[in-house]
């Protein structure tokens, strides 16, 4: 019997229509109907991994993830996972002007386009999950103004630390902590360079290739190795810890770039490793917020120095909680996927309601507790200091002078003998200093004659 031969019996007795009724009625209401913009490796991932656990999102979600649209730039470019040809358009309106679609899944990537997609889906009442860290770094305030302004939430699991569940951590299940710090491996083509150079004795250029070679670092790695795709992150972390945006441009970011064998080798001969480390600290004396980025010198013994290759791992230290530690996969196609996941199916529990569960009712939460972020300045902490001079006499002695002058005390000293006749790498850890007072230092003494090349600066962390 077809379709129609079934609704015209159905129409026919009152008791089977009111009950079809019912029953397309509380189907519509159990499925989430959601709009993908974007199929590249996470959207791809987000659309096959939803196939595989179809069963199991059901019942732990009490609905159907339903993707009805999907968005791409070029229906024809080669996929590992196949484009279902009936879902696609090319055009993001199509997602947006559809009153079907409750949930928009941006993975577009990039700030301008994505930034247009998220404002028109949330004025279009429509709930978004974003991995975009780069859009919400740099226009998260305004976007969750947007939220606000049209009482719909932003999900953005995906966009720190891929799969490691970072995000609803600190809304979620650290809720009642003041967050003291958070310091994270949160760039994995970062950490794995490191970790070449200081297993394999590569040079920063032979670990890049290396790295990208096997699809760790994106074709242009520059975010990655200049800090900034961990910066990105580091700003979401900390306005999401602290109730307000920090602005890039009051953040210290430092990349990888001019790291050298040699200092991972004296590092090592001085008990510590170096990380690219995300720094976010609250002062609690003045409230204020410390944001840094950078590659640092962590003891050796330290855990965060056992995370290795492209493994992301954050501290996250509160008030009442302590310390707590969370490690995984920070990239790749099935951890973000499964951090999107949990964002649509956390989207999906609160469609229909006003449930508040942490994140307030946009995703983050705007208050005036804390202070305003740190001047770089006047961030201290001790420092690792690699000059090249000539071997002559004196020349420490003056180097010495000038730290001297500034009231920076050294820590120990190293120069091996086995050097260069006429030039000689000096290496100094030296003690607490506001990282102002040190930059003013290092200016100094790369402006005397008897130093060759720019001096490496690093800081050792007290982490503890
Ligand atoms: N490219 C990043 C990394 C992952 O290497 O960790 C996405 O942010």
């Known amino acids: ?42 959207g791809a991932g987000v659309f096959k991994n939803i196939e595989k656990n179809r069963d199991l999102l059901r019942e732990r979600t009490g609905r159907e993830l339903v993707i009805t649209k999907i968005a791409v730039r070029d229906p024809s470019k080669a996929r590992d996972v196949e484009l279902p040809a009936d879902l696609v358009t090319t055009n993001l309106d199509d997602l947006i002007n559809d009153d079907s679609i409750d949930l928009i899944v941006e993975l577009i990537g990039g700030t301008d386009r994505a930034f247009e997609l998220v404002k028109a889906a949330l004025e279009n009442g429509k709930t978004v999950v974003t991995g975009n860290k780069a859009l919400l770094a740099e226009r998260g305030q305004e976007l969750f103004a947007i939220a606000a302004a049209n009482h719909r939430p932003i999900f953005y699991e995906a966009a720190v630390a891929g799969g490691i569940p970072i995000i609803k951590t600190v809304q979620e299940s650290l809720i009642g902590n003041h967050i003291q710090s958070v310091v994270g491996i949160i760039n994995g083509t970062c950490n794995y360079i490191l970790t070449r150079m200081t297993e394999a004795g590569l040079d920063y250029p032979e670990a890049l290739k290396e790295a990208m070679a096997l699809g760790y670092a994106e074709a242009d790695p520059t975010l990655d190795v200049n800090g900034w795709d961990a910066a990105h992150k580091a700003i979401i972390l900390a306005s999401l810890s602290y109730g307000a945006w920090v602005p890039c441009d009051e953040i210290h970011v430092e990349g990888i770039e001019k790291i050298k064998a040699e200092d991972i080798d004296f590092a090592e001969k001085l008990g510590y490793t170096i990380k690219l480390l995300g720094v976010i600290q609250l002062h609690e004396k003045s409230g204020s917020i410390e944001v840094r980025v950078q590659p640092s010198l962590i003891p050796k013994g330290h855990i965060l120095s056992s995370v290795k290759g492209v493994f992301n791992a954050i501290m996250v230290r509160g008030d009442i909680v302590g310390e707590t530690l969370f490690y995984g996969s920070g990239a790749g196609q099935d951890p973000t996927s499964s951090s999107v996941i949990a964002d649509i199916a956390d989207a999906a529990s609160r469609i229909d ?52 002058e500034h009231n920076i005390g050294i820590l120990s000293v190293i120069q091996p003998e086995d050097h260069d006749e006429e030039i000689a790498p000096i290496v100094l850890t030296l003690h607490y200093a506001p990282f102002g007072i040190v930059q003013d230092a290092i200016s100094k003494i790369s402006a005397m004659d008897c130093i060759r090349d720019e001096p490496a600066l690093l800081r050792v962390e007290d982490v503890r």
């Not at 019997?1 to 519509?28: D, G, H, T, W």
């Not at 001790?382 to 004196?394: S, T």
């Open 1 to 42: 019997m077809c379709v129609r031969q079934n609704m015209r019996l159905i129409r026919k007795n009152p008791f089977a229509y009111r009950a079809a009724k019912l029953f397309f009625c509380e189907m519509s209401k159990s499925t989430l109907h959601i709009g993908l913009a974007g199929f590249g490796n996470v």
């Open 353 to 404: 309601s006003e449930t508040v569960k942490g994140i307030g009712e946009t995703g983050f939460v705007s208050h005036g507790i804390y202070g305003k972020p740190l001047p770089l300045a006047e961030s201290i902490s001790k420092y690792y200091l690699r000059v090249e001079a000539e071997d002559r006499p004196g020349v420490l002695a003056r180097i010495a002078t000038v730290l001297g």
